[in-house]
């Protein structure tokens, strides 16, 4: 006969299993209804007229998502050139020289922006990001002056990420022993370059995955973004021209119009593709740790 101990003990473990299979299965779920979405118009109008078509007219049945990919990359690109410098400053200041009550004031102000929805992000692009853009804009003689643009966007997507990815990266510097930093001190070593060439080199692996995880976020920013990048299907010339991003066309859109052929699949194609990129730039990131990590070792 079976103890009670036993039992349970089998009973967590299957539970456990059974979980974990969840969390495993559901990315591939996810693709896979997307893929059986969106195939109508994959194996109708071919994959490459859709993925690299400029035009986009639904009632004419042109479903080119080219202009969305790159607005897409160009914005969360923008908001990574924004955000590593502030995030990198923030998280040494705040873990390596800030006194403790500042340290204290700093975290809490970073726990209430990553709190806040990311529709007050887009209000506040509105009310102070596009029109600064828009005086920017006038003095560079752009031809977009509106100062809705993919800068906005970018601009919007790396104030909402910096929370998230900051607070990844100060845990890590937190986790730091700090017999590596009087290591260093000892050696003759300024606090900068201990700093720099001992606590940095120390956790980079992390830092990669901070700041991968802060693009994987940026580029499925959605509210914020439509709100500030203008939301005109064009390739930008600049960066003060408006933009359309994959995340706004799905929001602007599905829902609406679904009585056009392969509309509906040509947003779920465009879902996908999403997930495909993100997806990809995670391997990538996780290819360079690993080598790095491997190169270290």
């Known amino acids: 006969m079976l103890k009670p101990r ?3 003990e089998k009973f967590r473990k299957s539970w456990m299993l059974f979980t974990l299979s969840i969390i495993l299965i559901l990315p591939f779920a996810i693709g896979a209804s997307l893929l059986y979405k969106s195939w109508p118009i994959v194996s109708g109008s071919g994959l490459g007229d859709v993925l690299f078509g400029s035009d986009w007219m639904p009632i004419q049945g042109k479903f080119g998502l080219w202009p969305f990919i790159v607005n897409s990359i160009i914005i969360t690109l923008t908001g990574l050139v924004l955000m590593i410098p502030v995030c990198l400053a923030a998280a040494i200041y705040i873990t390596q020289f800030a006194p403790l009550w500042v340290r204290r ?3 809490t102000t970073i726990d209430i922006l990553a709190g806040i929805p990311s529709v007050i992000f887009g209000l506040w692009g509105i009310i102070t990001i596009v029109p600064l853009i828009s005086e920017w804009a006038v003095q560079a003689g752009a031809e977009n002056a509106t100062g809705y643009s993919v800068l906005a966007a970018g601009v919007v997507i790396a104030v909402a990420t910096i929370p998230f990815v900051l607070n990844m990266l100060i845990e890590l510097f937190e986790a730091v022993s ?8 000892s050696m003759g070593a300024s606090k900068w370059q201990t700093i720099r060439d001992i606590i940095m080199m120390k956790i980079k692996h992390g830092i990669i995955a901070s700041f991968t995880l802060g693009v994987s976020k940026a580029f499925g920013e959605t509210i914020a973004v439509l709100m500030v990048v203008g939301n005109i299907v064009q390739i930008p010339k600049s960066v003060f021209d408006a933009g359309y991003p994959l995340p706004a066309l799905l929001a602007n859109n599905y829902g609406e119009m679904m009585s056009i052929p392969k509309y509906d699949s040509a947003l779920m194609l465009s879902a996908l593709i999403l997930l495909i990129i993100v997806i990809l730039f995670n391997y990538f990131a996780h290819k360079v740790i690993s080598h790095y ?5």
Do not use: D, P
């Open 6 to 8: 036993y039992i349970a």
């Open 105 to 107: 004031v700093l975290r």
């Open 178 to 185: 700090m017999e590596l930093m009087e290591t260093g001190l």
């Open 293 to 297: 990590h491997l190169k270290s070792s």
